[in-house]
């Protein structure tokens, strides 16, 4: 069947803020459709509401609409643009509950709007858990004994019926909110009710808890001519009872018998096809008992494009957005090529000669007290994805990306000897267990007593008991006697350069050194969807140790943009937006770009952003091979957070040019004593402040400073540890605090100017000139971390001396820092008087944000003046100016239901939205404004 040719213009509905459960995945795959549509031609326009996503920029839709995702906005569109469809798979469960919600309003059949890639009937199908059981039934699926309950008094009645363990799930809801297990009959009543309460139609699921059993996912395609194909199988390491989000997860799958897998394939096939009759993506998650028999049940099907279709098109190759959104237009299968090999058809399921393993990201530490246990309801705020060629290497490479002070899973000297805390971990599974199920094995703990506390199949325990006895082999050795033929293994087995130095008693360099004179040399392969059966044309790498290489290095002039890694609250989708427009505008000024990133939910690790895509942690040794092979005239480290800015001393070291601004520079604006210098310098005023190492410096320095006191480590993202203390009591308890989770570092103690505004400014510097992009303030005043605040810009009552204040010392900072880029500038007012809090010259979270409300592709043109290829002075600065713009922090507190939601300068936001208001009498702004500043709580 050819494309439908009556569709001429497509509705894409986002998934709008993140929130755990709905992260930048949807971002992906949003972004991948429109590009997608508008290569037929389609007229594409765009509703969300965060401002930090590619998503919502005008280089991916042609009619982008930053509104609330309600009813009305869908309503303010239609009245302006003739849409013809709309397709609301890419946008999560946000995305669908709104057109379910249109639908039921009538208002897509009001304006003549068909729904594509998806029916109203498989969404109510598959949400709708009493009427998904019963088709189940009738298609022969068997699924866990489950029953609906609407109200308490079902529930009780199920719980009666049923016995303990239960797993309670709430209907229409996203990233398990409202999921738990219940053991103890005491916690059913309390859960049951938060169930019903956070379902949207008050209604959950019971069923009995199949725990122990393994998780396996299958994502599907499906044409309008009912061909269906299988794109990639994905293996929970986790077993039944952990939400797959926290789930450490493996594709292709690992224990899975072929005749198990083709009984899997068939179900999901015939579930799919039971639900409704639509062209497009599919999740559908089973159990499979852990003995022999291999019984299978179903758990769900998701008729959208899911979190984990983002993770399954990074493993395979295969673009599961881009494919779905054509066939959503009446494209089969077989008419559409493949966008890796671009000689095979979409029907071709892709085959992995490589192991793809993600791990979840998780900010605790940002949510002190609460139940760090994982369950069915999901708590982690991103991922990373390791390829290598088998298990080990995949998993070792994973651990890396994860920046958690580890160097891999084991060899770093951090492994947990104690007991009764290694048993407690097993059973109860928190951020932590993978590597606590290392230090079980290292320490000689059964087996037997590992796997009946983790239920995890034993070939995954045996792969890390391999890694250990690997280890043993290497510790026997010095690096003059080691064996090549040892040397080689542990390199293939992904063990880092700073492992084998910690088993060797030597330096990370001088690994390095050996296994070059050795010729033991990191090699790249093609991500090609194929085993290599056809030539891939799409240069997608990742690394491992082999012998043929095949990433061909050109004669191009190049550039390395390192991505920002995993998402975490303090460091999100903002820098992969800003990631992506470096890349773009590399590629404007004729440069070959290379990305380096391990994130599989990001625009910037789509394999058509950059000329070249290596998917591999952003860790020392793995960047410094790249360059090395690839041999770029430089490295912009500056869009990629504090994950790429911490790469830049050395980087420095070695000789390997920072595009942009310095590492000097970088280096002199996290100093505080030197940077306090240079505003002294320039008579620009900061609060007084002091540098120290240990608690009795903290209280003698405090005499001086006074009450209250800013204290925070220096060197972290997201105001990590930050915190205010009043007395010396929490200044010695929140020091010892510091150095006990962080180790060895310098901690900053600023006196806290109480009362104050706080606002913050952003500017382009070529290193002479300088054009400030904006100014916003906080509503809240000086104290909660301007990731938390809501902020207007422009600002709404800053008056014209203080603004006058705000752009002169914007400006001498950024000349005296020698800024080429990108700068942001923290200030707190009072009485009219200008402090600088802190500069940080790169890319900020608010550049997104302001990049939006203007109007303007302000990270290209930082891009630019970073590349030498363009001055401030060349470019015609003409942003919109109309109004103002409000960024709306956006927390996920649900998750966390005994943590206090009390803001301060920590970061706990995991995203953000924008309203526009014509005035400050807009009900919105007042509302928020009085708030805000009545009670400063979430």
């Not at 009872?241 to 015939?270: C, E, N, Y």
């Not at 207007?792 to 008056?799: F, I, M």
Request: hydrophobic fraction near 40%.
């Amino acid at each position: 069947m050819p494309k439908d040719n009556s569709i001429k213009s497509v509705l894409i509905i986002g998934s709008g803020p993140i929130v755990i459960g709905q992260a930048c995945e949807f971002d992906y795959s949003g972004s991948q459709a429109s590009r997608s549509l508008r290569e037929e031609g389609i007229e594409v326009t765009l509703i969300n509401s965060n401002p930090a996503t590619i998503m919502t920029d005008k280089v991916v839709a042609d009619n982008v609409y930053l509104l609330p995702l309600e009813p009305n906005s869908i309503i303010e569109i239609l009245q302006k643009h003739k849409i013809d469809a709309v397709l609301p798979t890419m946008g999560g469960q946000t995305g669908l509950n709104l057109a379910m919600k249109c639908e039921e309003m009538g208002i897509w059949e009001e304006f003549g709007v068909r729904m594509i890639g998806v029916d109203t009937t498989a969404i109510a199908i598959t949400e709708d858990r009493e009427q998904f059981r019963e088709l189940m039934g009738k298609i022969d699926v068997p699924m866990a004994p489950q029953k609906t309950a609407k109200s308490f008094l079902e529930g009780k009645e199920i719980a009666q019926e049923f016995g303990f363990p239960l797993c309670i799930r709430a209907s229409y809801t996203l990233g398990g909110a409202g999921a738990s297990i219940v053991y103890d009959p005491k916690e059913f009543d309390s859960l049951l009710e938060r169930g019903l309460q956070l379902s949207p139609i008050h209604e959950v699921m019971i069923d009995k808890a199949m725990m122990g059993w393994k998780e396996f996912e299958l994502e599907l395609l499906r044409d309008a001519n009912d061909n269906v194909v299988i794109v990639c199988s994905i293996e929970n390491f986790d077993p039944m009872g952990i939400h797959t989000g926290d789930s450490i997860t493996v594709a292709p799958a690992m224990t899975l018998s072929d005749t198990t897998f083709q009984k899997m394939r068939d179900m999901a096939i015939k579930m799919m096809r039971s639900i409704g009759n639509f062209a497009g993506g599919c999740n559908v998650q089973f159990a499979v008992s852990p003995d022999a028999n291999e019984d299978i049940i179903a758990i769900e099907i998701n008729p959208r494009v899911s979190r984990s279709s983002a993770l399954a098109s990074k493993a395979t190759g295969y673009p599961i957005a881009k494919i779905a959104s054509k066939l959503a237009l009446g494209y089969r299968l077989d008419e559409l090529k493949n966008q890796i090999t671009k000689t095979t058809s979409a029907m071709f399921e892709p085959t992995l000669d490589y192991v793809i393993v993600k791990i979840p990201r998780w900010n605790f530490n940002k949510f002190p007290g609460t139940d760090r246990r994982l369950g069915l309801q999901m708590k982690s705020v991103g991922e990373v994805m390791g390829i290598g060629r088998s298990f080990q290497e995949a998993l070792q490479k994973a651990c890396q990306s994860l920046e958690i002070n580890r160097n891999g899973l084991g060899a770093d000297g951090k492994e947990l000897t104690n007991q009764q805390e290694i048993l407690y971990s097993l059973e109860n599974a928190s951020w932590n267990r993978l590597f606590h199920i290392y230090d079980a094995i290292k320490l000689g703990i059964p087996f037997k007593t590992i796997q009946e506390k983790t239920k995890i199949d034993l070939w995954f325990l045996k792969q890390i008991e391999e890694l250990i006895e690997l280890e043993r082999k290497v510790e026997k050795h010095h690096l003059d006697t080691i064996p090549k033929e040892l040397l080689f293994e542990a390199k293939q087995k992904g063990y880092a350069d700073r492992q084998i130095a910690h088993l060797l008693k030597c330096l990370e360099s001088e690994v390095h050194k050996k296994r070059d004179e050795l010729g033991i040399n990191r090699v790249y392969k093609l991500v090609d969807t194929c085993a290599g059966e056809f030539e891939a044309q799409t240069p997608y790498y990742y690394s491992t140790f082999e012998y043929e290489n095949e990433s061909v290095v050109s004669t191009k002039k190049k550039i390395v943009v390192l991505g920002s890694g995993p998402n975490r609250i303090g460091q999100g989708i903002e820098f992969d937006y800003s990631c992506v427009h470096g890349v773009l505008a590399a590629k404007e000024c004729g440069y070959e770009t290379i990305m380096i990133n391990c994130n599989p939910e990001t625009v910037s690790t789509d394999f058509d952003t950059a000329d070249k895509l290596y998917f591999e942690p952003v860790f020392w040794e793995h960047i410094y091979d790249i360059i090395q092979h690839e041999k770029p005239v430089g490295v912009i480290v500056q869009l990629g957070g504090q994950t790429a800015l911490k790469l830049a001393e050395k980087l420095n070291r070695y000789g390997i040019p920072i595009i942009g601004t310095s590492f000097e520079a970088l280096d002199l604006a996290e100093d505080r004593g030197r940077f306090s210098k240079l505003l002294e310098e320039n008579d620009i005023l900061f609060p007084k402040y002091g540098v120290v190492e240990s608690a009795e410096q903290a209280l003698e320095l405090s005499q001086d400073l006074g009450f209250p006191l800013l204290v925070r480590p220096s060197y972290v993202l997201g105001g990590q540890k930050m915190k205010i203390v009043i007395n010396e009591e929490e200044l010695e308890q929140h020091v010892v605090d510091i150095i006990g989770e962080m180790g060895a570092n310098h901690i900053l103690l600023d006196h806290f100017i109480g009362g104050a505004i706080e606002c913050e400014a952003d500017a382009i510097c070529d290193g002479e000139d300088v054009y400030i992009i904006g100014i916003m303030q906080h509503i809240e005043p000086a104290g909660i971390h301007s990731g938390d605040s809501y902020a207007v810009l422009p600002p709404y009552n800053l008056g014209d001396l203080v603004m006058t204040q705000i752009e002169e010392i914007t400006k001498k900072v950024a000349k005296a820092l020698k800024t080429v880029g990108l700068i942001n500038i923290q200030y707190a007012v009072k009485d009219d008087k200008v402090y600088v809090i802190e500069a940080n010259p790169r890319a900020s979270r608010t550049v997104p944000f302001i990049a939006k409300a203007y109007d303007e592709p302000y990270v290209n043109y930082a891009t630019k003046v970073m590349l030498g290829e363009k001055k401030v002075k060349d470019f015609n600065f003409n942003p919109r100016k109309e109004g103002y713009a409000v960024k709306i922090p956006v927390f996920s507190y649900e998750k966390f239901p005994d943590v206090k939601k009390e803001l301060g300068p920590e970061m706990k936001s995991t995203g953000e939205g924008i309203r526009f208001i014509k005035d400050l009498r807009d009900p919105f702004f007042m509302k928020i404004y009085a708030e805000r500043n009545m009670h400063l709580s979430k």
